[in-house]
């Protein structure tokens, strides 16, 4: 058995650090090493994009970056956006909106999203449309999501959708 | 997936001479294809080479007014680079259509060329591939293969796999230059026209790199100016390989460049088909497809073609 690796990184705001095997990816490291389970394993291909979460600030797929890739980086996933009780305002405007149904790809969207809105505070439909454009929701049911995008990026901006 | 073992290099020279004395070691940047193919058992490599270490992530211009471009350097962050956008337009366009906000943070420009087909036979390994297993026959040409999206020009009868690059397109377009370092240290710079191969009777062998090769640049030359465009047809509107791609470069005079994506195992491209620009998309396709052998399914490609270059050079000419 080849040796583990010692790696540390922050997750959420948190220090954090473990041993990973050899060759393990970041979404595996994240669910079984640092009992996240908000990034979700869809296609682990690179496809579906449900796996998503931002590395120092950018949008990467989990299931296809090498845990060892991230040492002394910033990860953030669905896990961390909640300030206590106090939804972020992109899951209020989710859940108000009926922006999930199955709510298998909504980690994903909503760390896309995120992204995004962190860069363009006030961006356009076609700006949100292009921005979720790696997320697939086989629910199909895009329309609430980008409409659920748009009005958490008003709310954050003190505007009314 | 397999176990392999894993290592980061400092050097590229290192890099390469790692990976000619390792055996069956790969090199791995964003790993956006080869970390995927390596779940499903398509390439199996026992080592990895991790490069991004390198410090080849930078664009610097170069002695004849062109741009290097890092072998590191995301496919985000070329397309965003302000020079790009300015004098190279055709391949931030090329680019902002290729894959998804996400694997373009990862995806790098060497990995970028590297990148396998899609190729749905290639794909499945219970099919037969010569790409994938070189003797065991194309499964794509069989009868009734699902060949809709597969290539018509440039094929063989041992493969019809095509490319699934954008960004190599432009690249073709504005004949980049391909610079790598060598095991025993020597550098080399290969045109782009002679980096992918056509298959053959060896369609497993893609590239021009030589066992341990090592991308550590790809250079454009200086700006060339026209109207620069990437006119991509595919199946929905994002988030898709192209069906039929155009990367265009045209002058005020009517003279130009063409490179076409999605119908060849390369960027395609040919200096006569460039001549011929100021005839009209249809002389200009007629030569770059003169040696077409299409499938049933992929047939309507070449008039598909045709038509998105008579759009793109209407649109040229405003």
Not at chain 2, 24 to 47: C, R, S
Request: with cysteine; glycine share 10%; aromatic share 4%.
């Amino acid at each position: 058995m080849m040796p583990k690796t010692p790696l540390s990184f922050t997750l959420n705001g948190s220090e954090t650090a473990l041993f990973v095997d050899p060759g393990a990816n970041l979404l595996d490291t994240l669910r079984r090493g640092a009992g996240d389970l908000t990034p979700k394993l869809g296609c682990a291909q690179g496809t579906c994009g449900a796996c998503t979460v931002l590395i120092d600030g950018e949008p990467h797929l989990s299931c296809l970056t090498l845990a060892e890739t991230v040492e002394g980086r910033d990860i953030a996933t669905t896990g961390g956006l909640a300030d206590g009780p106090d939804l972020h305002p992109l899951q209020q405007a989710f859940m108000e909106g009926f922006a999930a149904q199955c709510g298998f790809c909504t980690a994903g969207m909503l760390m896309a999203a995120k992204a995004l809105l962190d860069r363009r505070p006030n961006p356009s439909r076609d700006e949100v449309i292009e921005a979720i454009g790696g997320n697939l929701c086989r629910c199909t049911g895009y329309e609430p999501i980008v409409d659920a995008i748009l009005t958490a990026a008003a709310r954050m901006q003190g505007r009314s959708a | 997936m397999r176990a392999f073992s894993y290592e980061k290099v400092k050097n590229p020279a290192g890099a390469a001479a790692r990976a000619a004395e390792v055996a069956n070691a790969k090199f791995v940047a964003g790993g956006t294809n080869l970390l995927d193919l390596m779940k499903l058992e398509i390439e199996t490599p026992l080592h990895l080479i991790d490069v991004n270490g390198l410090g080849l992530d930078r664009i610097e211009g170069t002695d004849d007014g062109g741009l290097r471009i890092g072998t590191l350097v995301r496919n985000t962050a070329l397309a965003a680079d302000e020079r790009v956008k300015r004098d190279y337009p055709v391949l931030t366009r090329a680019l902002m259509a290729g894959a998804s906000g996400q694997l373009r943070n990862k995806a790098t420009t060497g990995g970028n060329l590297l990148q396998r087909t899609r190729c749905p036979y290639f794909y499945d390994t219970a099919m037969a591939c010569n790409k994938r297993k070189p003797g065991s026959g194309c499964a794509a040409q069989a009868p009734g293969a699902f060949s809709r999206q597969l290539g018509v020009v440039g094929v063989s009868e041992a493969c019809i796999a095509t490319h699934p690059s954008d960004m190599a397109v432009a690249m073709r377009a504005l004949d980049a230059v391909v610079e790598t370092v060598m095991p025993e240290g020597e550098t080399r710079a290969i045109p782009l026209a002679d980096f992918h191969l056509l298959p053959g009777h060896t369609p497993e062998v893609e590239t021009a790199l030589k066992p341990g090769e090592l991308i550590t640049a790809v250079t454009l030359p200086a700006p060339v100016g026209g109207h620069q465009s990437y006119t991509k047809v595919r199946d929905r509107s994002s988030y898709a390989f192209a069906l039929v791609s155009v990367a265009l470069i045209r002058q005020p005079d009517g003279s130009g460049a063409v490179a076409l994506g999605g119908v060849a195992p390369k960027p395609w491209r040919n200096a006569a088909a460039d001549k011929l620009l100021p005839e009209g998309a249809k002389a200009v396709m007629a030569e770059l497809m003169k040696d077409a052998r299409p499938t049933e399914q992929n047939r309507y490609k070449i008039k598909l073609a045709e038509r998105t270059l008579a759009s793109a050079l209407n649109e040229a000419k405003g």
